[in-house]
Each structure stands twice: as structure tokens, then as C-alpha cells.
């Protein structure tokens, strides 16, 4: 594109009101809600829209609720660079985990702008709909339904808090579902020369090591048991001995017990997985502290950079259920499971990142992310973590400013390096 | 009293009807709410009320709401007979834990008064308040109440559904907290020939046996960790490495695994225990298939017929709950436990009732019952079980009136064989 000027800085005041914007209209009580394709996501989308009205930007929705911000370049009919993250969050979430890539991209055009530099092809800024499968149990439902990569049953996912389907949330805010169901594509991957996504870090390796941001190698893919239950049956706490007993709660701490001596063995064989058991509950208008319960529900969380050891440990699940079902006289349904696969990034956009770190550092992602999908399409796709104090998926997410700027330069002296 | 008159035979049509109303007036949805001092017991109450009226009992309420209905003795001033049991129920329970033993008093006292029999002294059926501890968190508080045994304290205990305490929902029924603040007896031990309960077997044995009835030989306590919750970290499902993780299920199921390997060590050294965890859950608006969960409450019931027993599973507890506390990085808050000793039946009553069913059988109560309260006052205390198909403490109870006319025929005739 441009190079050498290396003094353009990417617009810090403007993240920092975004994220401040964001956080007073979508904070509810501690943590952020911003729903799916509801009120909160919604609410995001707006804020997002405005201040991309407010640096000239065009915009344009696409039939699943996209929100596309671009720079026009010199060359209109070059393959763009899409710069994006998700606008959604997970119920009682954080300000950052998806925003922040979208503010990334914000206010590295904004940089470009007040410096006076046309790009050379249009550079577009991204809010992705709806990544989190917290709210519909499917992940990436945005990126994936702009490629026309969404499975149209997912139409009828029903929404975990209300229950309303994915088609009518989609009807209600005057978007397309027969997109999803034609499997009709938003956008065609010739025209995205890369993908590039900034993302709070989401484990405390960062923190650990004093590291303000680092790239990323590959994306964790995720196999989940998100519906699982036993059905054992209620009786009373002190009159029915072991033998008779059909204990849900039993069974349940029995086979979770047994899949954490399965990632102990996997971990020791030098595989790569995380295992968690995030939901758990006996049922409140059932269970009592003299009954015996008769129901639990669950999720088993299956996470590895490789596909093949998930399908292992789920297939090993699969058998502990019905062994451990038998002994404890319950059945457990553990459903099918909602996979997303593990990604890797470019290796030219890689080595081009690290080598504009200050302090080079390469980690994989632990979580899914949007990024995942434009590389299974063949993009050339890079992300790049910020260092973050408490995790993600909660309301302490935090990000320093200075972390912030140290990822958001990185990327703005990319775009100034391209065409590469 | 009167022998020989074997031809009496309890109103079984007066059960059943009693039974059916008790069904009608208190179900909610599939099962029965019978809340200790609310609407469903005071429902309950009612019914039991109106039925002695009909049979020209005394009625009368004492200063903490249990109901005393007596068929008047030729010597009033003597010790009187207490046949009775309570009358509330757990959430969602079913309709005969508890008020059976009511039904069965009356449906004895109503074959006496249409066999024209005027007992020597006053037979009372009484209907207990409160013995369920799920609403609030102590059990007998209508038995333990009424001889002045009661904590003081147990009147700021909160309703476990919707925070009311105690002493408020006493005096919106009109009862006197006075009375359990100073600890005041409102019935003299002495004045007590003996007490009778008459309840549901809470476990299979009976189905397994073929058995009708049995004769109770003794009362399981209880040592209850009623409000135990673990504290970790809300984190991401996928991006935290097990080093990092402070997982509140995790934790969880480490610990109640443990208990269970205790259960079985108890077990094969012949000690009498049972162990459950009859509540489990993660928080609902913080949890998420995708995030670690910060914290989970649970429920771990234990319950012996030996009172060291149980103290020495309490103390172990506690000590691995400390343990795993600071291997998974969280914390046990375990709290103090509620107890209930456990107590004998009297030996003669135990063998006269045991001669008087066709199929003699004796068997321990894993529950605990009002009848431990009146034996650990010293009166002679006795308990019949019936058989029950699907266990207590849930909507499926079921109770064959076949096998009522056993247990309550053994009770009418062991009140005509008095004084013994």
C-alpha cells in the first residue's frame, strides 16, 4: 500500500469510547448481555454503525445481519481485506471477547483516514452476527451463513433462555432466513485477499508470561455434548440403600470423574485437550436435600487442536455413559454432539505479525473464533490475542489501553505493508 | 381397654375418601405441595379438621398450629395415647408421606366410635406441623416444638423458596413464635401413654419382599451440609489449561467421588450409611456451555442409625474438602450442618404390634419421622411401615389400601389391647 509511515498511529480515543459506549448500554448488573440476534446484540451493531457513519465509511447489512464498514479502495473490483470480529457476547459476559475486533478495525481506519491514505483496495470492517452458541446451540452462525456454510436445521435451534427459534429472531429483526436456507452466499471468498481478526486472549498465558499481545497458530476446535442428561429416579435420601438406589447425581459425578482420568491420559500421551463440565444441575423444581435425584442436566465441553483426539474422547464418553449407566441402574442421553473444527492460520501473515511485535510471542487459541471459518474457505486468515487480566466469558474481562494499542499498531502496519 | 373384640375393623372407606381429598386440594402439577406453614398444609389441616368434626372429636390447636382431634377417655385425667403423624409435605412430594399416619388415627378412631367403644382414657390423633426440613432448614419443628425443644434461633430460618422466615409464617397463621422463643412445652412427656406413627415405607424393601407392613425397629439420623458451595473462577471452556483452571464442577465431582469411596470403605466395615447429594448445580445466569464454572451449591445428606458414624463421615469430609479445595485452586464452603439423631422403638410395643401382623417383619427406618422426637422424650414410641411402590419424597408414592387395613388393623388392635 504505503510504505514507511511508520508514524501513523492507530486512533486509541475512539477504541476507548467504543468500549465505554458499549459497556454502559450493554451492561446488565455485573457482566454484558448481548444476545444473539436480541436487544444487546443489536444495541452493539448500532453503536458500531455510528461511528463508522461518523468516519464516511459505507456501510451495508447483509441478509443475515452482517454489518459491513469499508474504506473504498483506489480499486473497487480488488479482492478486499476484511478486518472483523463478532458483536454478540455470552450471557453475563464481558465487554471485550468479539467487540474488540471490530473496534480494532475501526480505529485502524480511522488512522488511515485522519493521515490522509487511500487504500489501494477496499478495507472492510466487519461486525459479525451471532458467534457465541450460547444463545442458539451452533457456533459462528454470522460468518458461517455469509459463506453459505450454515446447516438450514439450524433454523429451527430454539434460543436457550427463550426458546424462540433462530428463524423467527432472524424474521423479527428484519433479516432473511431463506439465505440460511438456501445456503445462498453473502460473500464470495476470491473477493477477501484476508482475514484478519484481533481478539482479547481468553486463557492467562499472556498474563503469565508479561506479554502485551501475540499471534496466533491455530484455532482449537470444540465437540460438545451440549444437551446431556441422566435419568435416574427420585427417592427418599435415608430410606433407600445402595443397591436400589437409580441416582442421577451419582451416576453423573461417576462418568465427569472418569472423563477427567481420560484428559489426565490423553494430556500424558502428549495430546492436546481441555475437558469441562461448565453447566450441571439437578432440576429446582424436582430435586430436594432429602430426595435422592432423579435428574441432571449437563454439557461436556471437548477442546484439541486435533480433530481426531476429540472424536476419540467422545467416542470414549459415548462408552462410559452406557457402562457407568448400567452400574448405577440410570440411563444417560448424551445427544449428539455440536462440533466446530480446529484451523490453522496463514504462515506468511504469521511471520509478517511477529515480526512487527516488539516482543515476537506464537501461541494457539484455545477458543473458536470467526477467524476458523474464513480459513476453512481457503482465506488467508491471521489473529492476533491481547494480553487480558481474568479470562473471557465473564464480567472481569479486562483490557489495558496499551495492550490494546500494541496489537491494534501490529495490524495497522500490516494493512500499510499490503499488497504483500 | 376392650378385649376381644376383634371384629372392629378400621373405616378404610374414610381413608380413601380422605386420601382422594388430600390428592385433590393439594397437587400442583403432577405432585403434592403441602408447604410446612402455608397454603398446602393449612389445605391439609382443614381436611383433617372437618373430618373430626364428623366424628365428634375434640378439636383443639396448640399455640404453634398442630392440631389435636380427641376421642375422650372415661378417665380424663389419665396419660393419654397419641396416634399422629405430619401433615406437610417435600416440594413436589406425594400425598401419603406423612398424612397417612393422620388418616390412619382417624379411620381407627371413627371403628371405635361405630363399634360403640368409649376408650379408658383419651386417644388423640394428632396432625403435626413442619416436619419436612426442605422448606425450612430444621426438621420436627412441629414435634420438637411442641416439647419445647426447638432452637430459638430456627425462628429466623428462611423459607427455602421464597426467603420468609420462620416466625413470620407463624404469625401470619396465627400461631404464637413465644412459644418456641421460650421454649415452652405444650404437652407434658408424662401425659404421654404413648405414641403411635403409622407411615409409607420411604424405600423398596417391602415391594422386594412382598410385605404389606412392617414394625420399625429404630430411626436413622441425619447429618445434613445443607448450603455447601464451592468457589472457583469463571473462565473460558477452551482457552484455560488445566494449571490455570480453578473449576468449581471439577472440584465438585472430586469431592463427592471421595464421599462415595468413603460410603463403600463405611459399607464393608459394617457400619449403616447412607450418602447423598440430592441438590447439585452451577448458577444459572452465570454458567455457559462454553465458560468454566465459578461455583456451584450442593447438598451432601448422610444418614446412620449410629450418631458416631455419621460424625466421623462429617469430619472426614471436611478434611477432603480442604484437600481438593487446594488442588483444584477453589474453595469448600461446606457450612454447618443441620442433625438429627437417630432413636429406638420401644421394645414392648415393638413385639406386641410385630405379634399382631400375619406376616411378621422388622426393619430399620432410613428416614427420619416425628416418632424419633416423642422416643427421645422417653415415651414409648412405636412405628408401622407400609408397603409403597416408587420410594417418598416424589409425586409416584402409592399406597394400596389393602395394605393400610394391615397396618392400621395392627394399630386399632394394639389401642384395644391398652392399657398393656
Known amino acids: 500500500m504505503v510504505g ?50 461518523r468516519l464516511d465509511l459505507e456501510i451495508s447489512i447483509d441478509a443475515i445481519g452482517n454489518l459491513m464498514m469499508t474504506q473504498p479502495g483506489r480499486d473497487r473490483s480488488a479482492a478486499r481485506v476484511i478486518i472483523g470480529s463478532h458483536l454478540d457476547s455470552v450471557p453475563q ?13 475501526l480505529c485502524t481506519l480511522s488512522a488511515l483516514k485522519k493521515a490522509g491514505i487511500e487504500p489501494a483496495y477496499d478495507l472492510t470492517v466487519m461486525g459479525i452476527r451471532a458467534e457465541e452458541s450460547a444463545w442458539f446451540d451452533v457456533p459462528y452462525i454470522g460468518s458461517a451463513g455469509a459463506f453459505g456454510l450454515l446447516d438450514p436445521a439450524s433454523l429451527s435451534i430454539k434460543r436457550s433462555d427463550n426458546g424462540r427459534t433462530l428463524e423467527s429472531a432472524l424474521i423479527e429483526r428484519g433479516f432473511d432466513p431463506e439465505a440460511i436456507r438456501n445456503r445462498r452466499r453473502l460473500i464470495e471468498p476470491s473477493a477477501i485477499r484476508a482475514f484478519l481478526e484481533v481478539h482479547i486472549e481468553q486463557g492467562p498465558t499472556l498474563v503469565a508470561r508479561g506479554l502485551p499481545a501475540a499471534v496466533v497458530t491455530g484455532i482449537r476446535g470444540c465437540k460438545r455434548f451440549r444437551n446431556a442428561r441422566c435419568l435416574g429416579r ?43 463440565a461448565g453447566e450441571l444441575y439437578t432440576d429446582p423444581l424436582m430435586h430436594g436435600p432429602s430426595k435422592i435425584a432423579g435428574e441432571t ?17 467422545a467416542a470414549e464418553a459415548r462408552d462410559a455413559a452406557a ?28 511471520a509478517r505479525l511477529k515480526s512487527l511485535l516488539d516482543q515476537p510471542f506464537e ?28 479470562g473471557s466469558h465473564n464480567p472481569d474481562e479486562a483490557l489495558a489501553m496499551e495492550d490494546f494499542e500494541v496489537a491494534t499498531r501490529a495490524l495497522l502496519r500490516l494493512l500499510l505493508d499490503f499488497p504483500l
Open 363 to 390: 501461541m494457539p487459541s484455545g477458543a473458536g473464533h470467526d477467524a476458523a471459518v474464513f480459513a476453512k474457505m481457503g482465506i488467508p486468515t491471521a489473529m492476533i490475542f491481547v494480553r487480558n487480566e481474568h
Open 4 to 53: 514507511g509511515l511508520t508514524l501513523v498511529q492507530p486512533d486509541i480515543e475512539l477504541a476507548a469510547s467504543l468500549f465505554d459506549a458499549l459497556s454502559r448500554a450493554t451492561r446488565q448488573g455485573r457482566g454484558i448481555v448481548r444476545d444473539s440476534y436480541g436487544a444487546g446484540e443489536e444495541t452493539a451493531h448500532a453503536i458500531m454503525r455510528s461511528a463508522a457513519s
Open 93 to 105: 459476559g464481558g465487554n471485550y471477547d468479539g467487540a474488540a475486533g471490530v473496534v480494532a478495525g
Open 234 to 276: 427420585y427417592g427418599h435420601s435415608g430410606a433407600v440403600n445402595r443397591p436400589y438406589r437409580q441416582d442421577a447425581v451419582a451416576a453423573t459425578v461417576a462418568l465427569l470423574h472418569h472423563l477427567e482420568t481420560i484428559w489426565v491420559r490423553q494430556e500424558d500421551a502428549g495430546a492436546d485437550l481441555v475437558f469441562t
Open 297 to 313: 442436566h449437563f454439557v461436556v465441553d471437548l477442546r484439541s487442536v486435533s480433530d481426531a483426539t476429540m472424536d476419540e474422547v
Open 323 to 350: 457402562r457407568i449407566g448400567d452400574a448405577y441402574r440410570v440411563s444417560f442421553e448424551l445427544g449428539a454432539t455440536s462440533d466446530s473444527p480446529s484451523a490453522v492460520m496463514d504462515a506468511r501473515l504469521r
